[in-house]
């Protein structure tokens, strides 16, 4: 199957948009484990209860928090295509 010129252009920004996505979740999953870690340092014995709400976060971004890249989203478009 051959794209046309307009279709690879879509293509290609579509790849870079997911990938551009993928690193900015990783990036925030990084800055709120490394403000994590500072809350552990700085609180002390009351770490549990004062940094409770960014181990929430981390948790809940951990399965968020990795990078995919492009090739689920051209599987995705040849099934389409194909059907």
Not at 31 to 58: D, F, M, P, W
Request: hydrophobic share 35%.
């Amino acid at each position: 199957m051959r794209l046309t010129l307009e279709e690879a252009l879509q293509l290609k920004e579509a790849r870079d948009k997911k990938i551009r996505d993928d690193w900015i979740r990783v990036m925030e999953m990084r800055i709120n484990q490394e403000k994590l870690a500072e809350c552990y340092r700085t609180e002390g014995v009351n770490s549990y209860e004062q940094c409770a709400h960014l181990a929430q976060t981390v948790i809940s971004q951990i399965p968020e928090g990795r990078i995919r890249g492009f090739r689920l989203l051209e599987q995705r478009r040849n099934n389409e295509t194909q059907s």
